[in-house]
């Protein structure tokens, strides 16, 4: 009999560690070739790990909600001596064999890598720590040793996201401990994992990095909302019901030909704001797993019906877990909208490093004035939000307004120019 090692594959470029999601297999369990033993996930996409092997597993590297390096070990199988032979390079065979009860000698395996849990001691490093201007002057600001803050930008670089990482571990590691709760106060304690984890560390990232001004307008959606129940009454055979998404996706496009500052992401570190020609739109979808952002790319190559199609295929595949990377990534600008539980204002989040985000809320019918009495309008209102630091209110506003006028005369959405 031989053992195996399994190590974490590599899961895409660029990434170093993918977080464990899911184990399918525990300590004594018989495995096949090609079982499924676990799944990790990185910032891009969910993978699964299967078994080049057959054999019994005999050791699991890490728990579900560690993170674990690229090419660390992940699974130890005792197989037979002609699967050794047969095994992939990125398997590997340990020089000499030990008691399966116990857990591998260092030199052979490595523990897998967990997020820092607490700040390092500053004789770690030796070094001049590497990192921008605006970062040195943040921790400062903070007051954060640099020497104690491990980097994971380019050649070790100390990035903002770091500085949270940090400052997240001390403020843990300074709290005093909880008391023991009574039967009568007790606590569930439910770990934070897989893509629930990724949206907390999203979140995080945009709200502690973005200084948000939200504009809120009001919008009379009455002739957008005739016209689409006619266009609804007389759709052909395959093509998708109409929402309002796809109109103002239209709306959007031709908008931002005249604000482009509005369809771009900024570079903090690099104090760099890049403008798209290209409108890569994301559609923020609710999943049984949390909250996803896929995307409709090129829309501005897309008519009405085209939108409609795209809307509906990424969000599927995002709910169903079988979105491409390509279909998670990429986005120019976000779409916030909770249909009928849109409520009346919301105060949507920007999608990280985006700088706008639209949010649509529900629409109402209220008496309106016109002039000579009120009359019912359907009323919406539109929520968005933008990065302070490149977008003023005044532009804000103004591009807003644009597409204001747009949806509310839907007619100027198909005229060219």
């Known amino acids: 009999m031989a053992e195996f090692v399994i190590t974490m594959p590599d899961v895409g470029e660029g990434v170093a560690e993918a977080e464990l999601v899911e184990w399918n297999v525990k300590p004594g369990d018989s495995v096949h070739e090609d079982m499924v033993l676990a799944a990790v996930m990185t910032d891009k996409a969910t993978v699964e790990i299967p078994s080049p092997v057959a054999g019994i597993v005999t050791w699991l590297a890490a728990e579900v909600g560690d993170t674990v390096a690229v090419k660390a070990p992940l699974v130890r199988i005792e197989t037979n001596a002609?699967?050794?032979?047969?095994?992939?390079?990125?398997?590997?065979?340990?020089?000499?064999?030990?008691?399966?009860?116990?857990?591998?000698?260092?030199?052979?395996?490595?523990?897998?890598?967990?997020?820092?849990?607490?700040?390092?001691?500053?004789?770690?490093?030796?070094?001049?720590?590497?990192?921008?201007?605006?970062?040195?002057?943040?921790?400062?600001?903070?007051?954060?040793?640099?020497?104690?803050?491990?980097?994971?930008?380019?050649d070790g670089h100390i990035t903002h996201a770091d500085l949270d990482t940090f400052l997240t571990a001390r403020s843990q590691s300074e709290r005093p401990a909880a008391p023991i709760a009574s039967r009568d106060s007790a606590?569930?304690?439910?770990?934070?994992?897989?893509?629930?984890?990724?949206?907390?560390?999203?979140?995080?990232?945009?709200?502690?990095?973005?200084?948000?001004?939200?504009?809120?307008?009001?919008?009379?959606?009455?002739?957008?909302?005739?016209?689409?129940?006619?266009?609804?009454?007389?759709?052909?055979?395959?093509?998708?019901?109409?929402?309002?998404?796809?109109?103002?996706?239209?709306?959007?496009v031709k908008t931002v030909a005249d604000h482009s500052g509005m369809n771009a992401t900024f570079d903090d570190e690099k104090g760099v704001v890049s403008h798209y020609e290209a409108v890569h739109i994301g559609i923020a979808t609710q999943t049984s797993t949390g909250l996803m952002v896929p995307v409709v790319r090129h829309t501005e190559a897309l008519g009405l019906w085209e939108c409609a199609a795209e809307v509906v295929r990424v969000a599927e595949a995002a709910r169903t877990g079988a979105a491409q990377r390509d279909e998670l990534t990429g986005s120019t600008i976000t779409i916030s909208s909770l249909g009928p539980l849109g409520g009346i204002v919301s105060t949507p989040i920007i999608n990280h490093p985006e700088v706008a985000i639209i949010g649509v809320n529900k629409i109402v019918t209220r008496p309106v004035w016109d002039g000579s009495g009120f009359v019912p309008r359907k009323m919406m209102n539109l929520s968005s939000s933008f990065d302070h630091r490149v977008v003023d209110g005044w532009d804000a506003a103004v591009f807003i307004q644009a597409i204001k006028a747009l949806l509310e005369k839907p007619a100027l959405i198909f005229i060219d120019g």
């Open 82 to 154: 002609s699967a050794v032979a047969a095994a992939p390079a990125d398997v590997t065979e340990p020089e000499a064999p030990s008691d399966m009860t116990e857990e591998p000698p260092a030199a052979e395996i490595q523990p897998a890598r967990e997020i820092q849990d607490a700040p390092p001691s500053p004789e770690v490093e030796h070094h001049k720590p590497l990192a921008s201007p605006a970062v040195r002057q943040r921790a400062d600001d903070l007051d954060i040793d640099l020497g104690q803050v491990r980097g994971t930008g380019p």
């Open 187 to 252: 606590v569930e304690e439910v770990k934070v994992t897989g893509l629930r984890r990724k949206i907390a560390e999203k979140m995080t990232l945009s709200v502690s990095r973005i200084p948000h001004i939200t504009y809120v307008e009001e919008i009379d959606v009455t002739d957008l909302e005739d016209l689409r129940t006619t266009m609804n009454g007389n759709r052909r055979s395959g093509q998708p019901k109409l929402t309002i998404l796809p109109f103002l996706m239209r709306a959007l």
